[in-house]
């Protein structure tokens, strides 16, 4: 995934699509806001059914490996280089692993005991904490009544979501506690982000694909120690990781820097209210996972929460954070 959660700055975002004379992308951005929010909403799906057949440290290590290599691919075709300076390498060291290897794998973890779809409606929570932390981390990010009000809401519908006033009867609450650290997790690497790697000279592509490559690296050696060799490579389970790392990661966050570029941070940054709504539809009808009513009245409570949070004035444009 990446809601979207929302939670996200590096290097000037380049000039919009829409501004560079002569050049118009080939599909409109409606059409490619529609894709992404497809491919991020399915990812909690994917994700479930690549951990059928493979460990979770695994699952993550497959999909950033797919994910690293449709981003050289880009750079290639670009013929645009990674970055340099061991100071701006060590910056995406800590955020490979807050943004990406961290969250990845916890998700992975919290589907094991929990259904996706209450992975992703816990990952629309991302604009909650971020907004909360922002509050607290950065100077700029003053509070107002609305996005207070915004963040109340919507721990509100967290609550509710986790059916609160049952006990949390029937839920997993160790899976569902890793799926919110996942969420925590986003913000927490942005705010790292926009404290060291603001105002780089390097471009997002560059940046990013030095960052999937980290991640990778840093899988590569965690795996091993905590996984051993599968008893088999289940057709299944692997296509679902396939795809969870060339299109769920590599493709989506190609696509979003696109939309980000033509339409600002602002509304490309709504596909976070989609995730979870899709991540549901496909969890239900393609897993036969079930809800009770609190379940979809609480992610809407959430969403709407979300939605108070990113209330105010413009935010400058930003390095796009890849979801899920």
Not at 214 to 237: K, R
């Amino acid at each position: 995934m990446s809601r979207l959660t929302t939670p996200k700055p590096t290097a000037p975002m380049p000039t919009p699509t829409s501004a560079r004379a002569g050049h118009r992308p080939a599909l409109d951005w409606r059409v490619r806001f529609g894709v992404l929010s497809l491919v991020w909403g399915f990812s909690f799906l994917l994700i479930k059914v690549g951990t059928q057949g493979f460990a979770p440290f695994q699952v993550t290590f497959g999909r950033l490996l797919f994910g690293t290599a449709v981003l050289a691919a880009a750079l290639a075709v670009k013929r645009e280089r990674l970055p340099r300076g061991a100071r701006t390498w060590g910056h995406l060291a800590v955020a490979a692993f807050l943004l990406n290897a961290l969250p990845f794998s916890l998700f992975a973890y919290a589907e094991l005991t929990i259904p996706s779809t209450l992975a992703g409606i816990c990952n629309a929570t991302s604009p909650l904490w971020g907004m909360a932390l922002s509050l607290v981390a950065l100077s700029e990010d003053r509070p107002t009544r609305a996005r207070v009000a915004g963040l109340g809401l919507g721990f509100t519908g967290v609550l509710t979501v986790l059916g609160v006033w049952q006990g949390f009867h029937g839920l997993d609450a160790t899976g569902t506690a890793l799926a919110l650290l996942a969420s925590l997790s986003y913000p927490i690497g942005w705010i790292y982000v926009r404290r060291t790697l603001a105002g780089s000279s390097h471009s997002h592509l560059s940046l990013s694909g030095a960052q999937l490559l980290l991640a990778t690296l840093q899988l590569a050696v965690v795996t091993p120690l905590f996984t051993g060799i599968p008893d088999g490579v289940p057709l299944g389970p692997l296509l679902a990781i396939v795809a969870l790392g060339a299109l769920g990661t590599g493709f989506a966050m190609l696509l979003q820097y696109g939309l980000v570029a033509e339409t600002g941070p602002t509304t490309a940054q709504m596909v976070t209210y989609f995730i979870p709504v899709i991540a549901t539809v496909a969890g239900v009808t393609l897993l036969g996972e079930t809800l009770t009513w609190s379940t979809p009245v609480g992610a809407v409570v959430v969403l709407a929460g979300a939605a108070l949070t990113q209330a105010g004035p413009r935010r400058r444009h930003r390095w796009p954070e890849p979801r899920p």
